[in-house]
């Protein structure tokens, strides 16, 4: 499903280059479940930003869905991420302005779909995740644990193939984290890719399968 | 992304932030009022003078001696001083199929006495015509009697103000009245017309032509009214009244004609010229709403750069990005412009209010103009903040809070 072939990664600072990723050879499956750990800046975000294709690589190949995506143009990449994949981030990144239903629905507008249909589809997918008394609620009038569970409503609510996930935790307590991961593990139950990366261990280890980033490259790659 | 989706969003971000939106839809409104209030008052004087002139009469035609252009040849060898127009040159236009009435004018002021009060005031001379090619109204009695013009009768007609001034609430009609060295009966008295261009019509005397050569005496017209049949014939009474006066002048071309159209058209050009020239300062105030406008929705980008990154993020492309702060500046334009549209209109009905015989009203190119302006500026200073947004790159917008 995603296949990078010799991805590098380099950013120019001042003078000096900075290997952010260097050679990374990587094989992910439908359905797959994916932690991603190492220490501060040896490229995990870096990595996701490019599966994500919010990035693009330095060098090496990207084949997603056996489609190449390097080099296609702005509106197709939005579209292969608007269809594909849903993202979920370590500030949430609601739009204040807007209730948690709006929020959950952008995604849906940004298709062009039609208003009743959204409601219905918005409803459905927040009530699933426990949020039906949310609906109006503005983001600051939630808790966090409720912030990244419509944050996680508005990474499904396309029914994408892969979730992306960086730091989904790092802003929440251990019992609201756990709760949240637990319900990213019942996404990738139905089937759907799920990429995490993160610091914590225990977490980390709850995935099927781990890698490890350091300065750049994969040093550990472990299945069970 | 649907319009009415992308409206939406739109809407909702400018309704955010409430002081700020209020500060740009008064900026756009002021311009566009005072463009709508500066051409209204522009071609409301410009219809105003037009107006004014046009009552002067229809068609009409007058003939000045000399002439006023200059060829820029050298001087003619024989006669420097043009001849005068007389009397009869004025009546031999008549013979001119084009031409239907003629009033020969002279000018003077003269004390005039009646028993014992006295006044200095303007006089004129000249024959009946005058009163239908000036579309003079008459409050009493008659205007000049249809006599021969060499014939010097001893009447005259007076304005309302010099009647009042000489006779108060006294009978007017049938007094004698002395003008200079002779005497004359009062057999009219000229409706008030209020100020109209050029004579005071109120302040006047007007008597027979021959009587007020003989009071001033000079042989010469200041001037000749003529009027011709139609408008379509201007033209052609005034080249059959310049061939007119040749004949009769020995073949010499010595007079000046100017056409009421002529007039008419030429303040209509300044006075629209100095309507556009107001109308374009008002769009300057239009040009510093639009850098309003730019200045805050830069601001806008740099405090949204999370909400761009994400919507980039969850698959915008950068086209719906641009649209929407597009729409966002759209959103401002329009609906201040609406708002400086009824401020405008709303100014316009004040001063109509206040001055009710000066007839303000904005054209609808004002309007228009105005408001079109309005819309371009704010897209025009638009695009850039939404070229800005647009480009913003999601990874980095994303970082931190
Ligand atoms: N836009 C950029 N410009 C320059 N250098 C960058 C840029 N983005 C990342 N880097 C560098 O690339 C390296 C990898 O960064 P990355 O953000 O992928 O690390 P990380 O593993 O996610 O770290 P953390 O755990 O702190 O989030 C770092 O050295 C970082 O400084
Ligand atoms: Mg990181």
Partial sequence: MILLNGISRDFLL?????????????????????????????????????????????????????????????????????????????????????????????????????????????????????????????PDQLSGGERQRVAIC????????????????????????????????????????????????????RARRRLRLVDGRIVEDIRN | MRYIDNLNLAFNAIGAHHVRTLLILIGISI????????????????????????????????????????????????????????????????????ISRVAPITVGST??????????????????????????????????????????????????????????????????????????RVIGIIKSTGVSIGVDLDDIVIIPVASAQILFDSPGLFRVLVEAKRSSLIGAASEDARQIIKDRHEGEDDITIITQDSIIATFDKILSTLTYGLAGIGTISLAVAGILIMNVMLVSVAQRRNEIGLLKAIGAPKHEILKLFISEALLFSVSGALLGLLLGLGATEIIKRLYPTFPVAVPAWGIIAAC????ITGVLFGVLPAKRAAELDPILALEKH
């Fill in chain 2, 31 to 98: 311009g566009v009022s005072s463009v709508i209030l500066l051409t209204a008052l522009g071609d409301s004087a410009r219809r105003y003078v037009i107006s004014e002139f046009a009552a002067l009469g229809t068609n009409l035609i007058v003939i000045l001696p000399g002439r006023s252009e200059t060829t820029g040849g050298p001087p003619p060898l024989m006669g420097e001083t043009p001849r005068d127009l007389t009397v009869d040159d004025a009546m031999s236009l008549l013979r001119s199929y084009n």
């Fill in chain 2, 372 to 375: 079109g302006i309005a819309i």
């Fill in chain 2, 111 to 184: 004390p005039v006495n009646y028993q014992g009060r006295e006044r200095v005031v303007d006089v004129i001379g000249t024959t009946a015509d005058m009163k239908e090619i000036r579309h003079l109204e008459m409050a009493q009695g008659d205007f000049l009697p249809r006599t021969d013009p060499r014939e010097a009768s001893p009447v005259c007609v007076v304005g309302e103000k010099i009647r009042k001034e000489l006779f108060g609430p006294e009978k007017s009609l049938g007094e004698w009245l002395r003008t200079g060295n002779r005497r004359c």
């Fill in chain 1, 14 to 138: 001042g003078d000096t280059t900075v290997h952010a990723l260097s050679d990374i050879n990587l094989e992910i499956g439908q359905g797959d479940y994916l932690s991603i750990m190492g220490p501060s800046g040896s490229g995990k975000s870096t990595l996701l930003n490019i599966i994500a294709l919010l990035d693009r690589p330095s060098k090496g190949s990207y084949l997603l869905n056996q489609k190449n995506v390097i080099g296609l143009h702005d509106e197709e990449l939005a579209k292969i991420r608007r269809e594909n994949i849903g993202f979920v981030f370590q500030f949430f990144h609601l739009i204040h302005r807007l209730t948690a239903a709006e929020n959950v629905g952008i995604p849906l507008i940004l298709s062009g779909m039609p208003p009743q249909e959204r409601r219905e589809r918005v409803e459905a997918v927040m009530e699933s995740f426990g949020l039906a008394e949310r609906t109006h609620h503005k």
């Fill in chain 1, 154 to 205: 508005r990474a499904m609510i396309m029914h994408p193939t892969v979730i992306l996930a960086d730091e989904p935790t790092g802003n929440l307590d251990q019992v609201t984290g756990r709760q949240v991961i637990d319900l990213l593990e019942d996404l990738n139950k139905e089937g759907v890719t799920l990429i995490v990366v993160t610091h914590d261990v225990d977490i980390g280890k």
